[in-house]
């Protein structure tokens, strides 16, 4: 079976949250289920974009949409466990972006799971995708 490969940026992230696993990341087998991953990808980006004043919906006066997500699944985590995300921005084209996330266990350094979601800016009045913001060009070399 072909495995998924998802390189981190050679970077330092461009922002680090730490989200506490709640039960209801939590499935039947008694650790984080694979849904979980993306909701916690996606409660990180909140908080960065909010961090910056910005939102899903006004980064720069455009909003995102996700086009594409990837998650690769490295370690177990447990309800109850702090997870330390961090969020690199990478491969700007004409109309998007890559977030890339590393989520790691606090209290061990176990890295847990990697993610990317590609996010395209989009016009909601013209339904159509738009380019990119040149400040979001600017904010994203921070």
């Given at each position: 079976m072909a495995r998924l490969k998802l390189a981190l940026p050679d970077f330092e992230p461009h922002f680090k949250t730490v989200i506490p696993l709640t039960i209801n990341?939590?499935?039947y087998g008694g650790h984080m289920g694979n849904d979980a991953v993306l909701t916690l990808c996606h409660e990180a980006r909140l908080?960065?974009?909010k961090?910056?004043?910005?939102?899903?919906?006004?980064?720069?006066?455009?909003?995102?949409i996700q086009g594409d997500a990837m998650v690769i699944y490295k370690s177990e985590a447990f309800q109850g466990d702090d997870l330390e995300i961090d969020i690199y921005i990478d491969d700007l084209s004409t109309y998007g972006f890559d977030f890339i996330y590393k989520i790691t266990r606090v209290s061990d350094q176990v890295e847990i799971a990697r993610a990317k979601t590609g996010m395209v800016f989009f016009d909601y009045e013209?339904?159509?995708?738009?380019?990119?913001?040149v400040e979001f060009e600017n904010f994203s070399k921070i």
């Open positions: 990341f939590v499935n908080r960065f974009l961090d910056h004043n910005q939102s899903e919906l006004d980064l720069f006066g455009k909003a995102l013209s339904k159509k995708v738009t380019k990119i913001p």
